[in-house]
T-cell receptor, first 115, second 113 residues
Framework: AQSVTQLGSHVSVSEGALVLLRCNYS??????LFWYVQYPNQGLQLLLKYTSAATLVKGINGFEAEFKKSETSFHLTKPSAHMSDAAEYFC?????????????FGTGTQLKVEL | NAGVTQTPKFQVLKTGQSMTLQCAQD?????MYWYRQDPGMGLRLIYY???????DKGEVPNGYNVSRLNKREFSLRLESAAPSQTSVYFC????????????FGNGTRLTVT
């Protein structure tokens, strides 16, 4: 069964600093990978997705993620954090079913941005 | 364009009571999903419907039932609520392909006392 591990349930950075949120997946074949963001009292919004077209994926709000098959990783980065980036971030993986996109989510990383 | 709409936003139940969570989407998506979110556990799939007329169990289906009423609507029913079902419930929808992103509603916060 596929699984997703997010290292660090809480990450704190200073405004302007690099953001790095870690995600590793367990799968026998390269899966589809996603990053979602959740702001307080809201649903999840798609940040970006990897679908094998390119290993470096750019998303919204300046975020990007790099797929590394050898490391089974899909870490999320942003060069310069902004206060508005404070939210919870979820990595997710899907498997090929031919019927719907059933995502398996990581346990989430709460990002705090400090002045 | 409302996207995915969930009702109610908040609900408090007593143990043993029943209720139905409603979800509707206006994006003409074939696939719909119900997830629950608990602290430190991420989101876990309860049930999904790959297309109108079909439903399947996800990772944590016990204690729940679903109905795909039509292409737009997918409801989740708790027949006899238990405190372990205290959670935030999210409905989502997507196109049926394996790499289609999910579009989420804003959630229903359920407390069972």
């Amino acid at each position: 069964a596929q699984s997703v591990t997010q290292l660090g349930s809480h990450v704190s950075v200073s405004e302007g600093a690099l953001v790095l949120l870690r995600c590793n997946y367990s799968s026998s074949v390269p899966p589809y990978l996603f990053w979602y963001v959740q702001y307080p009292n809201q649903g999840l919004q798609l940040l970006l997705k990897y679908t094998s077209a390119a290993t470096l994926v750019k998303g919204i709000n300046g975020f990007e993620a790099e797929f590394k098959k050898s490391e089974t990783s899909f870490h999320l980065t942003k060069p310069s954090a902004h206060m508005s980036d404070a939210a919870e971030y979820f990595c997710a993986v899907s498997w090929i079913t031919g019927g719907g996109n059933k995502l398996t989510f990581g346990t989430g990383t709460q990002l705090k941005v400090e002045l | 364009n409302a996207g995915v709409t969930q009702t109610p936003k908040f609900q408090v139940l007593k143990t043993g009571q029943s209720m139905t969570l409603q979800c509707a989407q206006d994006m003409n998506h074939n696939s719909m999903y119900w997830y629950r979110q608990d602290p430190g556990m991420g989101l876990r799939l309860i049930y999904y419907s790959a297309s109108e007329g079909t439903t399947d169990k996800g990772e944590v289906p016990n204690g729940y039932n679903v109905s795909r009423l039509n292409k737009r609507e997918f409801s989740l029913r708790l027949e006899s609520a238990a405190p372990s079902q205290t959670s935030v419930y999210f409905c989502a929808s997507s196109h049926p392909s394996d790499n289609s992103p999910l579009h989420f509603g804003n959630g229903t916060r359920l407390t069972v006392t």
